[in-house]
């Protein structure tokens, strides 16, 4: 089972490229694109690599400041949400790290961006940095945001920033159409799982087809008896129609079978939902899975509408994407 450095890491990383998060805005990024900060994958060195700049860093870097004020970056959301927990890295960056960082948030309504007359809140004060470190801070606070400033002072470079969050959608102005309940954009969020050696179990709520076997979930070989499995809370409560289970790139690694559970949860704490799941009705029964393969399932049970679900494979392996299509309970 995956060890978390801190427990708000479990949470969807709300600036994820891969879920259109970008920088609308940055003071500098001479040295290293701001961009490149919101990769999902872990910082890596490149020895001996310079570009028409300088040293190329997997990262944000900004150039040395000579006068007054400190660079920013601004960000937009690829999905609302409130955030749980921070990690600002500067893995690999040494004598060119930020001694100090904080971080603002906005909602701009509409989908639009901030402008001069945009109201900031602070969600992290000022702190200290240190080089080649992760800098983990929790968050606690539940308004949702669309846009996010991380301020650096003076200027420097940092490798990844991670947002740890839960996404949020404005369901009021859903209408009765048919959607993924279980997307990262439509606000599901995965809870618990068996386990996830060698990927994320949020992967599989990620918008389009994963890249490679790193951007779904895939748990280590089993070698004692029983099954693998993840519990999904879906974005809003509905009745779910259609199954797709996507087992992209994974050939040699895939389950055998899978199964779904669902339930109408009301309260508990996720720890208290993940023993709730042995006792969940059963919405998918087991079907055979293929390889490298998008497979559709409609001969659902009918529980009527959920809040939750709990995907079963057997006896492990990797899935890529989930998708739950369905229409909203009201």
Not at 21 to 36: K, L, P
Not at 241 to 262: R, W
Not at 310 to 326: A, C, E, K, Q, Y
């Amino acid at each position: 089972m995956k060890t978390y450095a801190a427990p708000f890491e479990k949470y969807v990383n709300l600036a994820d490229a891969r879920l259109g998060t970008r920088a609308i805005y940055v003071t500098d990024d001479w040295f290293a694109e701001v961009n490149r900060m919101l990769q999902p994958t872990p910082a890596v060195w490149k020895d001996g690599v310079y570009d028409d700049n300088g040293k190329w860093m997997d990262g944000w870097e900004s150039r040395r400041k000579r006068f007054e004020g400190y660079d920013f970056a601004v960000l937009r959301l690829g999905v609302p949400g409130s955030i749980k927990g921070v990690d600002i890295d500067t893995s690999f960056f040494t004598g060119n790290f930020p001694p100090s960082a904080s971080l603002e948030a906005c909602f701009v309504e509409g989908g639009g961006d901030p402008d001069d007359s945009t109201a900031w809140s602070e969600v992290l004060p000022a702190v200290a940095l240190q080089g080649n470190s992760h800098h983990l801070h929790a968050i606690d606070d539940e308004r949702p945001w669309t846009h996010l400033r991380l301020n650096i002072y003076p200027d420097g470079g940092v490798a990844r920033l991670r947002v740890y969050g839960i996404p949020y959608r404005d369901w009021s102005t859903a209408n009765d159409e048919t959607l993924d309940l279980a997307a990262a954009l439509n606000g599901g969020r995965a809870l618990a799982c068996s386990d996830e050696h060698y990927g994320s179990m949020s992967n599989i709520l990620n918008p389009g087809r994963a890249e490679n076997m790193g951007g779904g979930w895939e748990t280590a070989r089993r070698r004692s008896p029983g099954f693998d499995w993840v519990i999904i809370a879906l974005g809003h409560a509905g009745v779910i129609e259609e199954v797709l289970v996507d087992t992209l790139h994974y050939k040699g690694n895939y389950p055998d079978s899978c199964s779904i559970q669902a339930a109408y949860v009301k309260g508990g704490t996720d720890a208290q939902i993940e023993t709730q799941s042995l006792f969940w009705r059963e919405l998918l029964p087991s079907q055979k899975l293929q390889m490298n393969t998008e497979q559709r399932f409609s001969a659902l049970n009918d529980l009527g509408p959920v809040t939750h679900v709990r995907l079963n494979i057997f006896p492990d392996g990797g899935v890529s994407r989930l998708r739950l299509f369905g229409k909203l309970a009201r």
